[in-house]
């Protein structure tokens, strides 16, 4: 009996695993704002961009590429 319980269990763990491939016309969905973490939410964004800006040592550009290493 034990072992009919483990058995369901680990089926159910299983099924509970499985990855489900995103379709591309999916993709518009995930990438909207909302999506994200922390949504829309103002305060977060501006969380993130402080922690941004402090690992940088600077201020403004945050829309250019690279790192604060220099190298591009």
Same mark, same amino acid.
Request: net charge positive; with cysteine.
């Given at each position: 009996m034990m072992r009919?319980?483990?058995?369901?269990?680990l089926g159910v763990l299983l099924m509970g695993c499985s990855g489900k491939k995103v $379709?591309?016309?999916?993709?518009?969905?995930?990438?909207q704002d909302i999506m994200q973490y922390?949504?829309?939410h103002p305060e977060? $964004?501006?969380?993130e961009a402080h922690v941004y800006f402090s690992k940088e040592a600077s201020r403004g550009g945050s829309?250019?590429?690279g790192g604060g290493c220099g190298c591009n």
């Amino acid at each position: 009996m034990m072992r009919l319980v483990l058995l369901f269990l680990l089926g159910v763990l299983l099924m509970g695993c499985s990855g489900k491939k995103v $379709k591309p016309w999916e993709k518009e969905n995930l990438a909207q704002d909302i999506m994200q973490y922390g949504g829309l939410h103002p305060e977060v $964004k501006k969380f993130e961009a402080h922690v941004y800006f402090s690992k940088e040592a600077s201020r403004g550009g945050s829309g250019v590429g690279g790192g604060g290493c220099g190298c591009n």
